[in-house]
């Protein structure tokens, strides 16, 4: 039998195989807890994620809730969770991190509109100059993948001195400059790495009431009537107030009590929190950790081990890794003490389970040979075949399924279908593999 035959016959069995093999559905997504640590480390601390890179790299705010001379900080946090203070202009009596880009800029406050890069500092605007935020999920500080600091500002600056606000972009030059119509009042809604950002406008001359796109270019086109929206993500599908509006034109509603969703990855999942009872959002002892993962509403307490609460979910990256801040030994008992955290919620997955129901089979083996070959940020994730998260489908990601296949992440868990035997179906999907694997794509 010649090489492309066996690569005809291999495919061939991979085509047939699937369409008489039985499908469970998934099994629950759970999630391992990473505390960050304080930079207050004999404290209590009061802390913030509020942004994750795709790297792990978390960004927010310390503080410590008991000493009134630990002052509120901006730090990253790595991914085993140690803190690293960010450093800040003289003057400064706080600083905080916002946010982060894919490329590893960070923004923030410290005495001014800043932005750190590794070691390096740069103020983006003068001393005392910032911007204003809304925890609810809009008007959020972001940067994209350029370092370009885009946030909202509110002041006199309207006609007669009349309060409004304004979004701008900061600039390396200490400058900033109107993101949007420089009339009317104009809030931030989102921006994603590729520098679109969203927009409200109101009382905002040739323009109705409603929301916008604008790009990087400067280009404003109205976002379809009834939306609200929250975020964007680098294929331009739509985080709303209520579900996700695509590119494509699809949409899908989420419900929730007293929803606010927060922000979205390049996979349409999407993170905020709720609150179970119908009460003010700002009561915070009653909100917990929402997620809209694969198409499903969570409530994230419910995927935690034992111990663990989570308040809000500000972030999610294209890893599937989420960040907020929580609780620890929270059970209502007010003689116990709860413990206070920003965290980070780590996706537990079996390496090579694609399907992410705990065993590692020929479904998975499925998935990986229709996406083999693809790669890219933002189109090739770990449910596609991406076991070691370089953006790429290929013979690195066969050989982590090879070396686990017919294992699962716990004892009970059985395989789904007996056929072909394991040594049989990978030798032959090694040796079919190794015949297309061809030249890496960027």
């Not at 291999?10 to 039985?22: F, K």
């Not at 109705?208 to 270019?217: A, E, K, L, Q």
């Amino acid at each position: 039998m010649t090489a492309r035959t066996a690569l005809m016959v291999w495919l061939l069995t991979v085509l047939c195989l699937a369409l008489v093999t039985v499908r469970q559905g998934r099994a629950e997504l759970r999630y391992n807890v990473t505390p960050l640590r304080s930079i207050y480390a004999a404290t209590i601390a009061y802390s913030n994620a509020y942004a994750i890179a795709d790297d792990g790299t978390a960004v927010g705010t310390d503080a410590s809730y008991y000493v009134s001379t630990a002052p509120n900080r901006a730090v990253t946090w790595n991914a085993a969770g140690d803190p690293n203070q960010l450093s800040v202009a003289v003057g400064a009596t706080t600083s905080a991190a916002y946010d982060i880009s894919d490329s590893g800029f960070v923004i923030g406050q410290a005495n001014g509109a800043t932005r750190w890069q590794g070691v390096s500092r740069t103020t983006l605007g003068p001393a005392g100059s910032g911007f204003t935020f809304n925890q609810d999920g809009f008007d959020w500080p972001r940067v994209d993948r350029s370092g370009r600091l885009v946030a909202s500002t509110s002041g006199y600056t309207g006609p007669g001195g009349t309060y409004q606000t304004k979004v701008y972009q900061f600039l390396d030059d200490g400058t900033r400059s109107i993101v949007g119509p420089a009339e009317g009042n104009v809030s931030l809604h989102g921006m994603n790495n590729l520098g679109t950002a969203l927009i409200g406008l109101t009382g905002t001359p040739g323009y109705p009431n409603g929301f916008y796109r604008v790009d990087s270019s400067g280009v404003i086109a109205p976002l379809p009537p009834g939306l609200s929206p929250r975020d964007i993500n680098d294929h331009g599908d739509i985080l709303t107030a209520t579900g996700v509006q695509f590119a494509d034109g699809r949409s899908v509603s989420v419900t929730a009590r007293e929803l606010r969703m927060r922000t979205m990855n390049d996979r349409a999942d999407a993170v905020g929190w709720f609150s179970p009872v119908w009460v003010s959002p700002s009561v915070e002892d009653n909100l917990q950790g929402f997620a809209f993962i694969d198409g499903q509403s969570v409530n994230l307490n419910d995927r935690l081990p034992s111990g663990w609460f989570i308040r809000r979910a500000y972030d999610i990256n294209n890893r599937g890794q989420i960040v907020g801040y929580g609780l620890f030994d929270h059970d209502m008992n007010p003689a116990t003490p709860t413990q206070r955290h920003a965290i980070r919620l780590d996706p537990i997955r079996h390496p090579g389970d694609a399907t992410t129901d705990g065993v590692t089979n020929f479904d998975d083996l499925l998935l990986l040979a229709a996406n083999y070959n693809r790669s890219g940020n933002g189109s090739v994730f770990y449910e596609t075949g991406d076991f070691n998260y370089d953006w790429r489908v290929d013979f690195d990601d066969l050989l982590i399924l090879a070396a686990n296949y017919n294992t699962s992440a716990a004892p009970a868990a059985l395989a789904r279908t007996a056929i072909p035997e394991p040594a049989t179906l990978l030798g032959a999907s090694l040796l079919a593999c190794t015949l297309i694997r061809g030249p890496r794509r960027s």
